[in-house]
């Protein structure tokens, strides 16, 4: 069976391969690990999104009447698989990719209209406080609290691993409020604004010495119980509806296939043979079926469905394989493919040694490898717990 996007979709993907070669800076290369975003980069990224969103392409996907632009997912589907293979940046933050999309299935319409504006013109930027330093990939176990006092909550608590907390405007949170309840039925999600007295950031470098990361402190932080997402002590079924759109993406096989070209020609080059080469043409081959997996979850939201073990065989497929990519980039450059940034001989400014290095955590964020198969085991396979 052979699949074709229709000619209008097609157009529309050379629309945005035009403006991508066009708006673009030439010397423009995605994060290979480093993931840290200096200031003037930050400045293009702002400047960027704003042009995205005065095409309408931001949050293409979305009702107008949130600020979206009412298109359909297959449109959506080609602009994010464009701009991934290019690198470039959709935006900052959680906003567009998480925020939002829960908000559109459990927000109230007083939150829709207060929040998704801001996210599709790009003006505000979100981030995720989910896990803690003993509640990553069990976030069930979380201990940040929230009590109620009049109308607010009252939220205590560290988080971890926030990516862009640095430049976050707000922040989506799991809190717990029911101590004595199970541990899925005592949490609460909530909305939080980073600028809330109490709210401290602290960074964290990655061993390639690249901020992105932070720890979250928050120190009797109030927040309106206007801004409780869905129900009392039920927010974990919210929090899980944003995982699932966090692990549903076309865009790690769309870099992925970038990457591959670009390996393949150097296996050309060099006059690669043997093992190499079959790797390199075993990893297309995987990648061409994670676009197809991704390209299902996408089916699934244009026909109003959440994906839910779905998003995890995308996920657990397409970390494990950024792993195994980064793999036989070594073995083709050899020992010269270790040297890192700024090292003499380093092939490609040592962007391989450093996507090595980074690969490490694919399989880790987001949730674990194991923690996603667990997912398809009971959820998808139906087999018994335990």
């Not at 567009?96 to 109230?108: A, D, F, N, Q, Y």
């Not at 190499?276 to 990893?283: I, K």
Request: aromatic content about 10%; charged content about 20%.
């Amino acid at each position: 069976m052979e699949f074709r996007f229709g000619a209008s979709d097609e157009n529309f993907r050379a629309e945005v391969r035009g403006f991508l070669a066009g708006e673009l800076p030439a010397d423009w290369e995605p994060s290979s690990g480093r993931e840290t975003v200096t200031d003037e980069q930050f400045t293009f990224i702002r400047s960027f999104t704003k042009q995205l969103a005065g095409r309408g392409w931001l949050t293409m996907a979305w009702p107008k009447e949130y600020g979206g632009g009412g298109a359909g997912h297959t449109q959506q589907l080609i602009y994010n698989e464009e701009m991934s293979y290019a690198g470039a940046p959709s935006g900052f933050g959680s906003g567009i990719s998480l925020t939002g999309p829960t908000l559109m299935v459990h927000g109230t319409e007083e939150q829709k209209r207060q929040f998704l504006p801001g996210i599709a013109s790009g003006d505000v930027i979100w981030c995720q406080l989910f896990s803690e330093p003993g509640a990553g990939s069990d976030l069930a176990s979380l201990q940040t609290r929230a009590v109620l006092d009049g109308d607010d909550f009252v939220v205590n608590g560290q988080k971890i691993w926030t990516s862009g907390a640095h430049r976050s405007d707000w922040a989506i949170l799991l809190t717990r409020t029911d101590p004595d309840a199970p541990k899925h039925r005592g949490i609460t999600y909530l909305l939080v604004d980073m600028k809330s007295p109490g709210v401290q950031v602290r960074p964290l470098v990655n061993m390639l010495n690249g901020h992105a990361f932070n720890e979250v402190f928050l120190d009797n932080v109030r927040v309106p119980r206007s801004q409780m997402v869905g129900e009392f002590n039920r927010g974990w079924y919210v929090g899980a509806t944003t995982l699932d759109f966090e692990r549903s993406g076309i865009g790690r096989f769309a870099s992925t296939r970038r990457v591959l070209e670009e390996l393949t020609e150097a296996a050309r080059e060099r006059g690669a043979r043997g093992s190499v080469r079959v790797e390199l043409a075993e990893r297309v081959i995987e990648n061409e079926a994670g676009r197809l997996l991704a390209y299902r979850v996408a089916w699934m939201q244009s026909a109003g469905k959440i994906p839910n073990y779905e998003a995890s065989m995308v996920k657990v497929f397409g970390s494990e394989l950024q792993q195994r990519v980064a793999n036989t980039a070594i073995k083709l450059f050899g020992q010269a493919g270790t040297l890192s940034e700024g090292s003499m001989g380093a092939p490609y400014g040592g962007r391989y040694a450093a996507g090595y290095m980074a690969a490490v955590g694919n399989t880790i964020a987001a949730g674990t490898s194991e923690i996603q198969r667990n997912i398809i085991a009971t959820r998808g396979l139906g087999l018994p717990r335990g």
